[in-house]
């Protein structure tokens, strides 16, 4: 019997110095405490990158045990027990965990090894969270042994290495988006597999409960979960329940055509009795938002040779509509993307976001398709719209973004969808979705260089539903660090606060003086000490940069990966200037009372503007560029 790695008892051993006791000033770690909120902030971003290097080591020796243990034997271990059970088998009772996470941790030092190298290193370096690690090695399986496995190992890397922050739902677009461009065929087969294995299940809960569960596309979830969530929402604020109970009992009254209502029991509520067919037939309009390139729909096309490693993508396509197995429609990828980012894109497919809107019908899918014909050279770009109408209905949105020029790669590219909130669908999956009779596809623009108008004609506050559209486009999640919330189920917020008794001032409502903000983050930058800022990036004409300033000063760079990355067609919208004043000026009485100078809000928003304007002279005289790669705060 082997003796490898048995020692002696109460022998030395690695790790057997307790943490607590070993040198933490060596290990770079605060001696104290006792830190201002500054120094917390600060350690707290500093162990979050040491986590990362932690992380690395771990899956570094629990790889070299994989090298050790299995691959000597691996291609001829045919024992029920073979050499890599055994491996994770000492991984389990070392660490005292079960053998299948021992395994997951092995599966995923083994992926990060051989097929993710790269994405690996930005592990080790603390760019990357191990959280957003996972969702990679996870979302990435289905390029293992294929001819492009590096390439989207590479591109992955230069992404994650961009300044600016991530979330889990970026990073999981970020991987769907590159497996999806390059793998059509695939992606279709595997979608027509799930679609089959699509099934309805009950499973029996402790305490008498129970678990009701379906598979089906992700359009279809997404009306189901809207109108479950409408008729859940009548109640009053006095309801007892959790939202998650009220949804459960909304499920229940819709199947069983039974009525809603309200548990509060007083006899002024208006949401006693909710009739829950009648709720149904009448919720507003739900629309699943799906953004895509106009090319998507003639499906995958041949590669160009060249240019393998710029950050291009080709193609785009249309969106359809969407009855009960439809999916949303899918984008594809175009020429001249920020070389910084990644080459590839594609995201995942069965995911989708609803928003609600206007009239009468449950499984019509409406999509807005966005056309914008290139100019010299070459590549016609444009970008994705929404539908916009105020009935009630059961619909689906899309926005589609068209552009010409192939990205170079050795096989077929096609193009790739994002559904908001709920990632990336494949061309195949657009396709579907536009052979539909019911479709609305509605391009942003009108293919010409004319730009589109940026406000409401009789109100220079409020965003054209063009604006709107592109906005929700480009940022795809609110902007906020790390949020997840869809940019179509937020709002839209102005940067600089908008001064309706003097619009010239600032805060106009233009393309870089809007982003897109879930309701939280917009409540905490109006009335908390928080100050965001946007402006256009000078690299990148088109794009912009975000950044994020907590009250003790620390500032955070907002998304590195955007709308634009998904559908560099954007980068060709342009819209005209807003209107220079507001003509619905306040009147002014004749002997007003004693007031302050200013309202209090407007103060606090004068003061921001001031801190903007001096943060960016400071930069400016220093020659300050927004933080490189490796001096950005870990994403986070």
């Known amino acids: 019997m082997s003796d490898r790695g048995v020692g002696a008892v109460g022998a030395a051993q690695v ?38 290097y932690l992380e690395w080591r771990r899956y570094r020796h629990a790889a070299a045990l994989h090298t050790e243990l299995v691959v000597p034997e691996e291609d001829y ?5 073979d050499a890599y059970a055994q491996c994770a088998a000492r991984i389990a009772t070392v660490l005292s965990v079960s053998q299948y996470v021992a395994e997951r941790l092995l599966d995923n030092a083994v992926a990060l090894r051989d097929r993710l190298p790269r994405v690996f290193e930005c592990l080790r370096d603390g760019v990357v969270s191990p959280t957003f690690i996972r969702t990679i090695v996870s979302r990435t399986e289905l390029i293992h042994g294929r001819p492009y496995q590096e390439q989207v190992d590479a591109d992955i890397a230069a992404a994650l290495r961009k300044p600016g922050s991530w979330s889990t739902a ?38 008498g409960m129970g678990t009701v569960g379906a598979t089906m596309s992700a359009e279809r979830a997404a009306i189901v979960a809207r109108v479950v969530e409408r008729l859940a929402a009548q109640v009053c604020k006095h309801d007892s329940r959790s939202k998650g109970a009220r949804a459960s009992d909304a499920l229940f009254a819709l199947v069983k055509h039974a009525p809603f209502g309200c548990d509060c029991a007083r006899a002024d509520c208006a949401f006693a009795v909710v009739d829950a067919d009648e709720v149904a037939a009448n919720a507003a309009r739900i629309v699943i938002h799906v953004v895509t390139d106009t090319t998507t729909l003639t499906g995958p096309v041949p590669a160009a040779a060249n240019d393998t490693t710029a950050g291009t993508n080709t193609a785009a396509a249309e969106d359809a509509t969407v009855d009960e197995d439809a999916a949303p429609a899918a984008h594809p990828q175009t020429r001249d993307v920020d070389t910084t980012a990644t080459a590839s894109e594609g995201f995942s497919a069965e995911e989708s976001v609803v928003e609600e809107t206007a009239t009468v019908d449950e499984d019509e899918v409406e999509e807005v398709a966005v056309d914008e014909a290139a100019t010299e050279e070459a590549t016609a770009d444009a970008v994705a719209a929404e539908a916009v109408s105020t009935d009630e209905i059961a619909a689906l949105e899309a926005v589609a973004v068209d552009e010409s020029a192939a990205h170079a790669e050795p096989e077929l590219v096609d193009g790739v969808g994002y559904i908001a909130g709920l990632g990336i669908v494949s061309g195949a999956h657009i396709r579907d979705l536009a052979a539909d009779p019911d479709a609305i596809i509605r391009p942003l623009g009108d293919g010409t260089d004319t730009p589109l108008p ?21 940022d795809q999640y609110c902007t906020w660090p790390g949020c997840t ?26 393309a870089c003086g809007l982003g897109a903000k879930c309701r939280f983050h917009h409540l905490l930058k109006t009335f908390g000490d928080f100050v965001d800022d946007q402006y256009p990036d000078p690299d990148h004409p088109g794009r912009i940069i975000r950044t994020v300033t907590i009250p003790e000063g620390r500032t955070v760079l907002g998304p590195a990966y955007t709308g634009h990355d998904t559908h560099p067609g954007l980068d060709m919208i342009v819209f005209g200037d807003p209107p220079g004043a ?55």
């Open 485 to 510: 919330k869809p940019a179509w189920d937020g709002d839209l917020d102005h940067i600089i606060e908008y001064d309706h008794r003097n619009p010239e001032r600032g805060g106009q409502t233009t």
């Open 15 to 52: 790790g057997e110095v307790p943490w607590p006791s070993r040198d933490h000033t060596a290990m770079g770690l605060p001696a104290s405490f006792d830190l201002p909120v500054g120094g917390h902030l600060d350690a707290l971003a500093d162990l979050a990158s040491g986590a990362g």
């Open 454 to 474: 940026a406000t409401q004609p009789a109100d220079p506050y409020r965003p054209s539903a063009a604006l709107n559209t592109y906005i929700r486009a480009r």
């Open 77 to 81: 271990d045919e024992r029920a027990v």
């Open 582 to 636: 507001d003509k619905k000026k306040p009147s002014i009485p004749d002997e007003p009372e004693p007031t302050r100078p200013a309202p209090r809000t407007e103060q606090k928003h004068a003061r921001r503007r001031q801190e903007r304007h001096r943060n960016r002279l400071r930069n400016n005289l220093r020659g300050i560029r927004p933080p490189e790669p490796d001096d950005a705060p870990p994403p986070f």
């Open 170 to 207: 970026r990073v999981r677009d970020l991987c769907d988006q590159m497996v999806y461009r390059r793998d059509p065929d695939a992606v279709r087969e595997r979608r027509e597999d799930a679609l089959k294995g699509r099934c309805f299940f009950t499973e029996a809960g402790l305490d």
